[in-house]
């Protein structure tokens, strides 16, 4: 196994992200390393006073097609690739005037930027980089002598290692940096081979890459004894991978996991009709709430459920304003997500230091399409976001009793949630704000009757007589096979039911609706939430 330092005297560089790349270029030509640069790379460096190679040069070819053809030539893939302890290969290089190249300095065309600014289709082939890969690929395979980098943030570390190694890098980095390189280059594949599958409307590709950019590494995931870290993958949608965090301790896996069901909850309610709060326990909503305003929405949302609340996660539909704020911090919370804050409520959350507050700029859109993804042993689970919203549905009467528009409003709202709780779900509503919600059992009834129960411990604590669930609505996220778990609602209180129908047994199910006098629509659309 190699373990020998290289000593770098050659570094080819060639990159769209400029960023530290003349401060870089400049302390490696005090260090007498030879640079090689191309188009814009090569002019930066030029224009800052750098003695500097075109690639033409050293190839005795010039760039041609607008720049697609420049780097893919004998002389750079030899630099990169001949091995250094191989007679053969030096001989080789020594007849066809190949000069080797100890390292690299490549980032890609912008492909995820350009995807992500909303490029049209010519752009985005555009941005395709063919070289790049090529050269890091090939550096990376030789990485027993080449050092390849990807990534800005890496600079320090390269100057650190030739100033400690008289000049020379260790193994040990080149190994890292190979793994970053080819890392990097699957990532960026990943993204153009979805982008052309979605293009192309294929709905199941042969071949499915993913790929994404380290935003943090973890202390732990789930439990304290597993490994984690937390990947962008650069799609452009409001939420947790894309806010901005204020203050507060670094989020944990639970964290960043709860608050994207927080916030892809939220994002249901549109802040042009009314201020909406929600707030998750272990990746389930456990109060939400439209209101006035967020501080009304809040208190609604709350009361659902006010001892779950305790260490959960809140997400606002508006911006986090001064008085939300006053209310939100009085229980113990672990973050706060809203697209906006005002400096006041910033302040007065900035008084609990440990906890989070992430601005995410915008809300994430429902109807928008996007990938979910799921391991399973041996394979991955790839589907459609559920974009599913209840207001685009034609939602189908099939009781005897007409709901009142009061119920028919409660009924959206209540489907609107149910799309967001673990199955079998059950929401019951009241009023713009659930009342009762019951997630995650092996039985719709099970789930049905903890719903009532949560509604009936809801109305204790706030000192009312009567369950929260009485003239409620219940919603379910799929079919009741039977007609129990719509009785066990009825028997709650609750006066109209919404879900999707489909069961051999809707018969018996609407006449048991009829004969408690429930009014029951059918949305025709499933929300299973695994």
Aim: proline share 4%; aromatic share 6%; hydrophobic share 45%.
């Amino acid at each position: 196994m190699p373990t020998r330092k290289e000593r770098v005297t050659r570094a080819l560089i060639s990159v769209s992200d400029k960023t530290g790349v003349v401060d870089f270029a400049r302390a490696l030509a005090e260090r007498g390393v030879a640079l090689v640069s191309t188009g814009g790379t090569h002019r930066a460096l030029a224009e800052a006073g750098l003695t500097v190679q075109e690639v033409s040069d050293l190839t005795g070819f010039p760039e041609m097609m607008d720049g697609r053809v420049k780097t893919l030539h004998p002389k750079v893939h030899g630099g990169l690739l001949g091995l250094r302890d191989n007679p053969e290969h030096q001989a080789a290089m020594l007849a066809h005037g190949i000069v080797e190249i100890d390292l690299l300095v490549v980032n890609l065309y912008p492909f995820e930027a350009t995807l992500a600014a909303g490029g049209d289709y010519a752009a985005l082939v555009e941005n395709i980089d063919i070289g790049g890969p090529a050269m890091i690929r090939a550096g990376a395979k030789n990485h027993e002598s080449v050092a390849v980098v990807v990534d800005p943030a890496d600079y320090e570390a390269i100057l650190a290692e030739l100033s400690e190694h008289e000049g020379a890098t260790t193994y040990t980095l080149r190994k890292r940096l190979a793994q970053k390189a080819y890392a990097r280059t699957a990532a960026y594949d990943a993204a153009i081979s979805n982008w052309l599958a979605d293009a192309l409307e294929v709905e199941a590709p042969t071949y499915r890459a993913l790929g994404g950019t380290l935003a943090q590494a973890m202390r732990y995931g789930e439990n304290p004894h597993q490994k984690a870290a937390f990947y962008r993958t650069g799609e452009d949608r409001p939420g947790v991978a894309t806010a901005r965090q204020v203050q507060g301790k670094t989020l944990s896996y639970n964290n960043i996991n709860d608050t994207d069901a927080a916030y892809e909850c939220v994002g249901e309610f549109d802040p042009a009709e009314s201020a909406a709060v929600v707030i998750v326990k272990h990746a389930n909503p456990c109060g939400v709430a439209t209101g006035a305003t967020l501080a009304d929405a809040y208190a609604r949302a709350l009361a659902c459920d006010p001892v779950s609340a305790f260490g959960g996660i809140v997400a606002t539909n508006r911006t986090l304003d001064a008085e939300a704020a006053a209310r939100i911090v009085e229980v113990f919370t672990e973050v706060i997500i809203a697209p906006d804050a005002t400096p006041e409520a910033i302040e007065i959350v900035g008084a609990k230091k440990n906890l989070r507050l992430l601005l995410a700029g915008g809300l994430p859109d429902p109807r928008a399409k996007g990938l979910c993804v799921r391991t399973v042993a041996g394979g991955l689970l790839v589907q459609e976001r559920d974009d599913a919203v209840v207001a685009d549905m034609t939602l189908n009467v099939v009781t005897r009793r007409q709901p009142t528009a009061r119920e028919m409003a409660d009924l959206a709202f209540a489907f609107r949630v149910a799309k967001h709780v673990k199955s079998n779900a059950i929401v019951y509503a009241r009023d713009g704000a659930t009342v009762g919600v019951g997630a995650g059992q092996m039985s719709r009834v099970d789930s049905s009757r903890i719903a009532a129960w949560k509604a009936a411990e809801a109305a204790r604590a706030l000192n009312i007589p009567e369950s929260l669930a009485k003239g409620s609505v219940v919603a379910s996220d799929a079919f009741f096979p039977f007609p129990d778990g719509l009785l066990a609602a009825a028997e709650a209180g609750a006066t109209a039911v919404i879900q999707p129908g489909g069961s051999v047994r809707d018969p018996d199910v609407i006449a048991a609706a009829d004969e408690a006098g429930l009014a029951m629509v059918f949305t025709g659309t499933r929300h299973f939430r695994h």
